[in-house]
């Protein structure tokens, strides 16, 4: 199993998710509602909004999975937000990163993952939009941009949350 690396700009992008004051905070619909179109969309298992925090990542909206955080170092959107663009494996068994990682040989048993990173306004990747499935599989190039729209949505909704109305 493959640790996920650190960005070279982790003290800043911490702070910048920490300044969103949404790290274990309740479910809300905004984010929620996208989840399960992911889920519908995609046919998958789960679809997840997660926020990568110093040793955890932590959802903010999971459909599919009765979890709310897994440690950072087994996670797959830890490789994610090193990167700006959608990261897929079509089968976890035949990808040497994760193919003996503990979410793979144990529950939820991944076998296909594809994450989207969560970019803010600031350039940050503070997470993902990630959609899972126990069964290998493809995306069409039309559903990766599709993922990547959602995941800006999610990303105009994490920014949206600094000004809340309550």
Not at 4 to 24: F, H, K, M, T, W
Not at 56 to 80: M, Y
Not at 121 to 128: A, F, L, P
Request: net charge negative.
């Amino acid at each position: 199993m493959q640790v996920p690396g650190i960005p070279r700009n982790e003290a800043e992008r911490i702070q910048v998710l920490r300044e969103l004051l949404i790290l274990d905070t309740d479910p809300e619909e905004r984010f929620d509602v996208i989840t399960v179109y992911c889920q519908s969309r995609f046919d998958c298992a789960i679809a997840l909004v997660t926020l990568v925090d110093s040793d955890r990542q932590w959802f903010k909206s999971a459909c599919g999975l009765n979890v709310r955080e897994t440690p950072r170092d087994i996670s797959f959107c830890g490789h994610v937000i090193l990167q700006d663009e959608v990261m897929v494996i079509n089968d976890t068994l035949q990808d040497p990163r994760f193919a003996d990682n503990p979410l793979v040989l144990g529950a939820p048993f991944i076998r296909f993952y594809a994450g989207a990173p969560l970019t803010l306004s600031s350039g940050h990747n503070v997470g993902t939009l990630c959609i899972i499935d126990p069964k290998p599989k493809r995306l069409a190039e039309e559903e990766v941009a599709h993922l990547e729209v959602l995941a800006r949505l999610v990303s105009l909704e994490l920014e949206d949350h600094r000004c809340p109305n309550n």
